[in-house]
């Protein structure tokens, strides 16, 4: 199943220890603060206790959104690159 993970996290040093966990689930950033991949149902939750254990007290958000195989195949993007 495809995750989509977003987070607002204000301390730099725990944001990048969020990040650094995402890659470690093997998810990848598709923006700043975005990564998306694809995790079985138990990885995602142990990925949840994780970040929630890697936030802390600290003041931030995190949202994971879980997308089935169907809903991901219908996942359209327009991206723009410069040429220069």
Known sequence: ???LVIYDVENDRTRVKVSEALKDYGLSRIQYSAFQGNLSPNRMQEL???LKTTLGVEVG???MFPICDKDAKQIKEIENVSCG
Do not use: A, S
């Open 48 to 50: 949840y206790y994780r």
């Open 1 to 3: 199943m495809q995750l």
């Open 61 to 63: 958000n995190i949202q």
